[in-house]
Nanobody
């Protein structure tokens, strides 16, 4: 059952920007960590960014750190992924997922997604 809905994907040239949005119920955002994942053709799914329930902690994969920013708008029950300086290797299907926060040495290290709390995905294509 899809409980999260992604929007904002599209096509852009390398160096450009895209913003993804994830809409879900307030209950989900108030009780679960939320993460963005992506999967490119022929590759395994990988975590890209995560944000805690309060938004006070964030985590980024090394491949996107400094280029992507995860944020929240609690009033609108939305989470965002601002993607800047996009590269062709960022081309993938992006998924919004919610689940348990994963901590390592006291810092947020990702999300262990709940199998029932995920979106259908949205395609982002970056051309060179």
């Amino acid at each position: 059952q899809v409980q999260l809905v992604e929007s904002g994907g599209g096509s852009v040239q390398a160096g450009g920007s895209l913003t993804l949005s994830c809409a879900a119920s307030g209950y989900i955002y108030n009780n679960y960590c939320m993460g963005w994942f992506r999967q490119a053709p022929g590759k395994e799914r990988e975590g890209v960014a995560a944000i805690s329930t309060t938004g006070g902690r964030t985590w980024y994969a090394r491949s996107v750190s400094g280029r992507f920013t995860i944020s929240k708008d609690n009033a609108k029950n939305r989470r965002f992924l601002q993607m800047n300086i996009l590269k062709p290797e960022d081309t993938a299907m992006y998924y919004c997922e919610a689940g348990s926060c994963v901590f390592r040495n006291g810092a947020l290290a990702g999300v262990a997604p709940d199998e029932e709390l995920w979106g259908q995905g949205i395609q982002d294509t970056v051309s060179s």
